[in-house]
């Protein structure tokens, strides 16, 4: 069936009564559907003649192949499984409240997480020979002004009307305007958003690849080329991380100068970068690529000290302080009121990197019999010989410490 549109004849498939107006693309037959799964279905009501009418909403998912629709339940569980926000809520990580929509609020483990990325961004710097400053977080618009960023971002800046004041305050989402040159800034940023534009980005879960890289280059409408760093994920799709920018405006605006090996003053070029993007979001990545199993520099998990019996729970408590006092993350499980195999058991699903198990021989001797998360029996070691390893471990960043320990 033909239709005319103001855009111009459109084809509308029909099958018996039901004229379909969808846009398509259609399939020529039904015979081209290899593999079908609905997936919800609720009532709604619909516009009639005779007034409301029930009807039901019915949404489904279709393949070429059976195989292809196999492949994609897969996928799918797996992703659930993989789930930052359940994660976050199970591994008591962080969690979201309707009182700051879009805002993480990070919970003592998650902290943990969060500054262990930090640091390592932090030591990369200083490795590079940058220097670390904190600005102010809300500027004059005199400033957004002269840098720009007023013509194309006011609408997006928060404001504060000072009294008294004819000119509000700003806050912008990146404060490169306040920066002096070869510095980095570890800050919250921020610019408002529409209420779930946020979490629409991060509702779907990723699984991290670094073996995969696609740089991206683009000209935004008033600055220069950038780079937008995409790592693939497991599941095919790419995801931004980082990005590198060429900034030939603000030394302009700002007249910015350097003295050349020539003698003469030349203008120089800003290179703005981020280097994880987001903390946060680098989080949740992370967090769904590992699947809760942190590897142990990053772990809120590192190590549960298990004792036999209540007579080995005060040299538990020792072993634990000694991990803790050399930073690391130590918990103790006294719970003995649940057997040992048990309480091993619960180390394991909690995805504790390493057990450290005493009992009376262990106690007399100043060791502990240590096992990782996935069972693997280490025997014993010396208690500082063992916070020792798990310190170069650490300090190395060895994604898998259970393994070479």
């Not at 700003?170 to 002096?180: A, E, I, L, T």
């Not at 290179?271 to 979001?281: M, P, T, Y």
């Amino acid at each position: 069936m033909e239709v005319e549109t103001t855009n111009g004849p459109l084809l509308s498939p029909r099958c018996g009564t039901l004229v379909d107006l969808c846009r398509g693309p259609h399939l020529r037959h039904t015979g081209q559907i290899g593999g079908l799964k609905l997936l919800t279905n609720s009532s709604s009501l619909g516009r009639s003649s005779g007034g409301p009418e029930t009807l039901q909403r019915v949404s489904g998912i279709a393949f070429p192949t059976a195989e292809q629709l196999r492949a994609w339940e897969e996928q799918r569980e797996e992703a659930e499984l993989r789930d930052h926000r359940r994660l976050g809520k199970e591994q008591e990580l962080f969690f979201f409240h309707e009182l700051s929509p879009g805002s993480c609020f990070f919970l003592p483990r998650g902290t943990r997480v969060y500054n262990a990325l930090v640091s390592l961004i932090r030591a990369e710097y200083t490795r590079r020979g940058f220097s670390e400053v904190k600005t102010p977080t809300l500027f004059s618009t005199k400033l957004w002004e002269l840098s720009g960023h007023w013509e194309h971002y006011q609408e997006d800046m928060f404001a504060l009307q000072s009294p008294g004041s004819d000119r509000p305050a700003r806050s912008q989402g990146d404060h490169c305007s306040g920066h002096p040159i070869d510095v980095y800034l570890q800050d919250a940023l921020g610019r408002p958003h529409q209420c779930g534009t946020i979490q629409l980005d991060f509702q779907l879960p990723l699984r991290f690849d670094l073996q995969t890289l696609v740089l991206v280059c683009h000209t935004p409408s008033h600055l220069y080329p950038q780079i937008d760093v995409y790592l693939q994920d497991a599941l095919g799709r790419p995801h931004q991380c980082g990005t590198i920018q060429l900034d030939f405006q603000l030394p302009l605006r700002f007249d910015l100068q350097y003295k050349g090996q020539a003698g003469a003053l030349e203008r120089p070029v800003l290179i703005h970068r981020a280097v994880l993007g987001s903390v946060e979001r680098m989080l949740a990545v992370l967090a769904e690529s590992c699947g809760g199993k942190w590897p142990l520099w990053l772990s809120p998990f590192q190590v549960v000290v298990i004792p036999v019996g209540t007579e080995q729970e005060e040299y538990a408590r020792e072993a634990q302080q000694s991990l803790q006092a050399a930073g690391l993350v130590g918990d103790l499980d006294a719970d003995c009121g649940l057997t040992l195999s048990r309480r091993v058991r619960r180390a394991q699903l909690t995805n504790y990197n390493f057990q450290f198990v005493v009992g009376p021989r262990e106690q007399s001797k100043g060791t502990v019999n240590i096992r990782t998360r996935d069972n693997r029996r280490l025997g014993e070691r010396d208690l500082p010989e063992a916070v020792r390893r798990l310190l170069e471990l650490q300090s190395a960043r060895a994604p898998n410490a259970e393994e070479i320990f």
